[in-house]
């Protein structure tokens, strides 16, 4: 157990649906980072938090995706009128100085 | 440009043999970090070990050790006395410093085989 979580572990939705994930840190972390990652890929970022500031989004990330971290805690990440391209696991990772753990993902599947 | 080459896809050793995974890295920043990951096929990413660039010592942790060649530009994954639980796929990644650009990236991966 890494100490983040992620909720759910698994999702299966229609296309055009919305979904919602959310991930919670390790407390001491201040840094928390969102990945997509499909079969036999490595993870590609999508956007980091500092505390509750968005500090970088992806290219990758289209307008239907949206990421928060209220009072830096938790995070949460909207895709809206899911694609089927969306499928993939999601990662959140909790970072600090010298580690960054991340929870076991959230896998998406647009039917 | 690639930031992280990972140029072997796919790796088979016998079990209790040493193994080394091949990491480059790309970047003009002198502060960096460099991760290395586990990914099983339970799909959790564990992670293994981590080297500053600053480090004066290249990193250790249990079997596992960091090869870090920094004029090469290279972090190598060292696992030493490989068991069959070893088998997974295994992932580079850098940080780069500065406040503004610290994302982290990933390399696209080994997939080690450990054979009994």
């Known amino acids: 157990d890494t100490g983040v979580s992620q909720d759910p572990r698994h999702k299966i939705t229609k296309r055009g649906q919305n979904v919602t994930f959310r991930c919670d840190p390790i407390?001491?972390?201040?840094?928390l980072y969102w990945y997509r990652q499909t079969l036999g890929q490595g993870p590609e970022f999508l956007t980091y938090f500092q505390n509750e500031a968005q500090l970088e989004k992806s290219r990758l990330l289209s307008d239907r995706f949206s990421a928060e971290r209220p009072k830096g805690s938790f995070s949460t990440l909207e895709i809206q009128r899911t694609e089927q391209g969306d499928s993939a696991m999601y990662l959140c990772?909790?970072?600090?100085?010298?580690?960054?753990?991340f929870g076991q993902g959230t896998r998406l599947t647009v039917v | 440009a690639q930031k992280i080459t990972q140029t072997q896809p796919g790796m088979f050793v016998q079990e209790k043999e040493a193994v080394t995974l091949d990491c480059t890295y790309d970047t003009s920043d002198p502060s960096y970090g460099l991760f290395w990951y586990k990914q099983p096929s339970s799909g959790e990413m564990i992670f293994l070990i981590y080297q500053g660039s600053y480090d004066q010592q290249n990193a250790t942790e249990g079997r596992y050790s960091l090869n870090f060649q920094k004029a090469r530009k290279s972090a190598n994954l060292v696992i030493s006395a490989s068991q069959l639980g070893d088998s997974a796929m295994y992932f580079c990644a850098m940080r780069e410093g500065g406040n503004r650009d610290d994302k982290i990236i990933f390399g696209k991966g080994t997939r080690l085989h450990i054979l009994p």
């Open positions: 407390s001491e972390h201040n840094r």
């Open positions: 990772a909790s970072v600090g100085l010298r580690e960054a753990f």
